[in-house]
C-alpha cells in the first residue's frame, strides 16, 4: 500500500519559511561571521524560497570569511551552474574546491555531472566520480552517474552515429539532441535513468543495424 502524506497549505510552507529566514536573521546578528549558518541561511533561499540573489549574496559572504572552505566553494559552484547557467564559473569554483581538498565528496560528484552533461568529455567525468567512489564507495548519485556515462559512451561515444542517412538513423540523431536538450535544462540526478536508456540504446543499435545491412544488400543487388 502507498503512503499517502499531508501536504500542508501554501500558506503554511510561507509562514515556516518566514519563521526560519527570522530564525537565520536573529542568530546571524549574534554571530555575523558563523559560517555554517550563513551557508544554511543561503541553501534555504535557494532551495526552498527561491531567492537566488540572496543566496549568492550569503554564499559570496561565507567565502569572504572561509575563503577555503571546499563545502563554500562548492555551492559557489552548484549555484552558478544550476541557476546561474554559469558553466565556466561553476567549474572555477569546482576546481578551487578541489585544490583546497581533492578528495571533496559532493565537488568530485557535482563536477563530474557537470562535465558529463555538458562538455560530454565523458572519460574525464568518469575520472572524478570513480575518485568520489572510491571515497565514498556505494554512494548512489556516484553509481547512477557512472551507469549513464557509459551507456551513453557505449552507444555514441562523443557524438551520434551519422555513416546512415536512413530512417533509423535520423531517428537516434534527434534521440541524441532530445537528451542534450534536456541535460541542458534537468539535474544530473533527475536526468538519470540508466534501464530505460540502456534499453532503448539497445534497440536503437539493433535498428540501426539492421537498416545499414539492408542498405548493404540493396546496394550490392544494384551491382
Not at 527570522?22 to 558563523?34: I, M, S, T, V, W
Not at 555551492?75 to 569546482?94: I, M, P, Q, T
Request: proline content about 5%; aromatic content about 6%.
Amino acid at each position: 500500500m502507498i503512503e499517502c502524506h499531508f501536504l500542508p497549505s501554501f500558506g503554511a510552507l510561507q509562514e515556516k519559511l518566514q519563521k526560519a529566514k527570522d530564525l537565520y536573521e536573529r542568530a546571524l546578528k549574534l554571530q555575523p561571521q558563523h559560517v555554517p549558518a550563513i551557508c544554511n541561511y543561503a541553501a534555504l533561499m535557494s532551495q526552498v524560497a527561491g531567492q537566488l540573489e540572496k543566496a549568492h549574496t550569503l554564499y559570496q559572504r561565507a567565502a569572504a570569511l572561509e575563503p577555503n572552505d571546499p563545502n563554500v566553494l562548492c555551492n559557489l559552484g552548484n549555484l552558478k551552474r544550476e541557476h546561474k547557467d554559469d558553466l565556466v564559473g561553476a567549474e572555477n569554483f569546482y576546481k578551487k574546491a578541489l585544490a583546497v581538498d581533492p578528495g571533496h565528496i559532493q565537488t568530485l560528484m557535482n563536477y563530474g555531472h557537470q562535465i558529463a552533461l555538458h562538455s560530454e568529455d565523458y572519460d574525464r567525468a568518469e575520472h572524478l566520480l570513480q575518485q568520489a567512489l572510491r571515497i565514498q564507495p556505494g554512494n548512489t548519485d556516484g553509481e547512477q552517474g557512472l551507469e549513464w556515462i557509459r551507456n551513453m559512451r557505449a552507444t555514441f561515444g562523443r557524438s551520434p552515429p551519422v555513416e546512415s542517412s536512413g530512417p533509423a538513423a535520423a531517428r537516434l540523431r534527434m534521440e541524441w539532441e532530445r537528451r542534450k536538450s534536456l541535460k541542458a535544462t534537468t539535474s544530473a540526478v533527475e536526468y538519470i535513468d540508466p534501464k530505460a536508456e540502456a534499453e532503448a540504446d539497445s534497440m536503437a543499435k539493433l535498428l540501426l543495424e539492421e537498416e545499414e545491412m539492408g542498405g548493404m544488400g540493396e546496394t550490392r543487388d544494384e551491382g
